[in-house]
């Protein structure tokens, strides 16, 4: 993954002023920055930009950009299970972000970690998974060329495929939206060859 761990919010009504005066006030800054506290990281270590979300009509977006946990990004291949604790963390923040009316998307490694705590609560142990692979499906933007639409500054609305093995070598395939749902877990049964032919089960 190459992406920042963004969370990108949107509402026409609410982000009126800052379109209008082409920067972010400093209380809407602050408000922002309070909502993310549950994520544990001081406002030094979180950077607000501008962007638009590239639906029809321009959609103006704020990106808020947690540069701390991007050091995290190495660990993601190596192991998961510090995720799913920062999964339920971003959750927290995300209800609080939409429950002020704001339209809240995130970029893959905000989704992996939502995925990885949905696993975790199923049941599943991420102690010692990996990462085996990530892939962006983004969703055709109305104003935007297919070029742009792979970034997520300009196009948010995206679904996120990721595979993880386990400790115990089951594999599984987890679907997610940019929104935060997880819209599918599937266990492949690598960690058996005979359970694979249904010997076993």
């Known amino acids: 993954m190459n992406e920042d761990f963004a969370i990108c919010v949107s509402s026409e009504a609410r982000l009126q002023r800052v379109d209008q005066e082409r920067a972010i006030p400093p209380e809407l800054a602050d408000e922002l920055l309070s ?12 950077r607000l930009e501008m962007g638009s979300a590239g639906y029809g009509a321009e959609v103006l977006t704020i990106l808020t950009i947690v540069t701390s946990l991007l050091a995290m990004g ?29 339209n809240v998307m995130v970029s893959e ?28 499906l983004p969703v055709r933007g109305g104003s935007i060329s297919k070029e742009m639409i792979t970034s997520f500054q300009r196009q948010p609305d995206r679904f996120y495929l990721f595979i993880v093995c386990t400790a115990d070598d089951d594999t599984h395939v987890v679907i997610a939206r940019s929104s935060g749902e997880v819209e599918e877990i599937r266990r492949l049964p690598t960690g058996s060859w005979l359970e694979y032919y249904g010997i076993t089960s």
Request: no cysteine; net charge negative; glycine share 8%.
């Open 109 to 136: 490694p905000v989704a992996l970690a939502l995925a990885i705590s949905e696993l975790s609560e199923s049941g599943i142990s991420v102690e010692g998974a990996r990462l085996v692979a990530s892939h962006v």
């Open 35 to 46: 909502d993310l506290e549950d994520l544990g990281v001081p406002s030094s270590e979180v």
């Open 74 to 102: 190495p660990l993601v291949e190596e192991n998961l299970s510090a995720w799913p604790s920062i999964g339920k963390r971003i959750a927290r923040v995300m209800g609080r972000l939409r429950g002020k009316e704001y």
